[in-house]
């Protein structure tokens, strides 16, 4: 990704302006996230105080590029499955109010290289589902339910 | 997938009901398509004369256990892009009026292991969006316009 954040009305810009119009919370539930200019966004959210909280896939998290490390290391909470089935949503959630949702994993190499889509949808009976969903993830993902053996 | 079509009322089942109330057109665009079940699906509405259209990502439609032969063999149209960059869509457009879309791959893989979601919509701004990047890939993954040299 380039790195300021990008102005103009290019796909790109709008899901960032999308994600900065948060005030309270940013629920994001990411298979795959490596792309620094929407980690920058994630993280500048965070210092304002909204409260953003992260799933994502034990597996891709390491990948190199990852955002991940980074932002568990700037304080943010994230939490990861167990198991060797993906973790496959790609989708953020603002203010419990706007879903965003779609194909696009938060990569470099899919915003730059790929036919992707990304939704952005505001009817309430939508982002309820998936804010379920991500209530859902959130809780069987805590640490404190992990199994060692 | 197992292989009789789904009874019940599993996601799955509701996936397949969705596509088998196609009456005129199913319009296809899928990153990975290898699971068996859905693509009987498709067959059994290629042979009731539904129009059945196919875009797919030209790395993955040779993979393992890819359903893209099959459906070719049986004359279903299937347009493949010429890209380094993936065509990452997973969506079905149902008698231009039925848009199915999310995270999920059309693979047993994901449909039996993963974390997905998949939207159906009926709101005519989001189909027509939809169905417009249908007639764009369609067009533009024409054979007739492949460059070789």
Known sequence: ??????????ALSRLVRRLLSARR??????FSFSCPLLARAVQ??????VRVRLVTDAQYMGLHGSQIGRLRHAGIQVRHDQHSGYMHHKFAI?????LITG??????????????????????????AFQDEFERIWEEYNPANYSFF
């Open 103 to 128: 194909s696009l994993n938060w990569t470099t190499q899919a915003i730059q290289s790929n036919r992707e889509n990304v939704l952005v949808v505001e009817d309430a009976e939508y982002v309820k």
């Open 44 to 49: 500048l959210l965070h210092r304002r105080g």
């Open 25 to 30: 919370s940013l629920d994001l539930c990411l």
């Open 1 to 10: 990704c380039p790195c300021p954040l990008p102005s103009g009305d290019t």
């Open 94 to 98: 603002v203010d419990r109010r706007i």
